[in-house]
């Protein structure tokens, strides 16, 4: 898994495919791999002719673990959507 910074914190990503890009984004208290990959939304995708970007939030799967609950605004956890490779 790759990593990108979002305003100080380390972001986890994965790409797959080639053509038109397709950003998912996982629900709350998830992550990428639960909802996109284990379930075949990304193999069915690339199959179909597309890149897939998956990214896990901020305290989320694989990305950085913030312990304040105040650093999980809802416009912070949409930057990293926002910014995502």
């Not at 495919?17 to 629900?27: D, K, S």
């Not at 990959?37 to 896990?56: K, P, Q, Y």
């Amino acid at each position: 898994m790759h990593k990108f910074n979002s305003g100080g914190v380390e972001i986890a990503y994965q790409t797959a495919g080639e053509g038109p890009p397709i950003l998912l984004i996982h629900g709350f208290a998830s992550n990428a791999r639960v909802n996109w990959w284990d379930t075949g939304w990304v193999r069915t995708l690339t199959e179909a002719g597309r890149s897939v970007i998956t990214f896990d939030h901020r305290g989320h799967g694989e990305s950085e673990k913030l312990y304040d609950s105040a650093l999980y605004p809802a416009a912070e956890m949409a930057d990293g959507a926002r910014i995502a490779p």
